[in-house]
Antibody
Framework: EVQLVESGGGLVKPGGSLRLSCTASGFSFRSYAMNWVRQAPGKGLEWVSF????????HYADSVKGRFTISRDNAENTLNLQMDNLRAEDTAVYYC???????????WGQGTLVTVSS | DIQMTQSPSSLSASVGDRVTITCRASQGVANYLAWFQQRPGKAPKSLIY???SLQSGVPSRFSGSGSGTDFTLTISSLQPEDFATYYCQQYHNFPHTFGPGTKVDIK
């Protein structure tokens, strides 16, 4: 069974940093691309970032480009999202999601809440 | 960026009803279109990929169609567990944009 478990969320002040992790199990993590997707309170889903299975290709939403860094450790089955210079509008539940084929999401984690507030 | 729109933004329906949700892309995305279901307080669930292919374990009352810019998600006979918000997403170009969602609630 595919399992994705996010961790690292919490309360941080504007301008601060946070590192999210997603631990994968039940599948060959190194063979799959991964996404981060977020959802602000009461709002819709927003795609944040993509990383290819090898880590060779990476993409970001314009809203986080230059502030967030996606990475992965295939030996540890872990996906990461380093979030710097956080803003109030980054407040959201952050989901990691497995990608199949050329880009479709087939599995989601349960999410971790990030709150940016002074 | 490709903009995604959905209609309606919300609808009320009864158990057993046939429900259709429309998703439109601002430019062609071939069949690189997915649908997701999200119940309140829960993580999204993947329903359909490649516009019409059902994810494993998804009931056959869900179906998807379309190509290019216009897509539909159909629930053939609405069940109590189907009351939720539904999102489409294109993955033809980065950023992989989502539609704003369609909330399906009980009439």
């Amino acid at each position: 069974e595919v399992q994705l478990v996010e961790s690292g969320g919490g309360l941080v002040k504007p301008g601060g940093s946070l590192r999210l992790s997603c631990t994968a199990s039940g599948f060959s993590f190194r063979s799959y691309a991964m996404n981060w997707v977020r959802q602000a309170p009461g709002k819709g889903l927003e795609w944040v970032s993509f990383i290819f299975s090898s880590g060779a290709y990476i993409h970001y939403a314009d809203s986080v480009k230059g502030r967030f860094t996606i990475s992965r450790d295939n030996a540890e089955n872990t996906l990461n999202l380093q979030m710097d210079n956080l803003r109030a509008e980054d407040t959201a539940v952050y989901y990691c999601a497995r990608v199949i084929g050329v880009g479709a999401i087939d599995s989601w984690g349960q999410g971790t809440l990030v709150t940016v507030s002074s | 960026d490709i903009q995604m729109t959905q209609s309606p933004s919300s609808l009320s329906a009864s158990v057993g009803d046939r429900v259709t949700i429309t998703c439109r892309a601002s430019q062609g995305v071939a069949n690189y279109l997915a649908w997701f279901q999200q119940r309140p307080g829960k993580a999204p669930k993947s329903l359909i990929y490649a516009a019409s292919s059902l994810q494993s374990g998804v009931p056959s009352r869900f179906s998807g169609s379309g190509s290019g810019t216009d897509f539909t998600l159909t629930i053939s006979s609405l069940q109590p567990e189907d009351f939720a918000t539904y999102y489409c997403q294109q993955y033809h170009n980065f950023p992989h944009t989502f539609g704003p969602g369609t909330k399906v609630d009980i009439k």
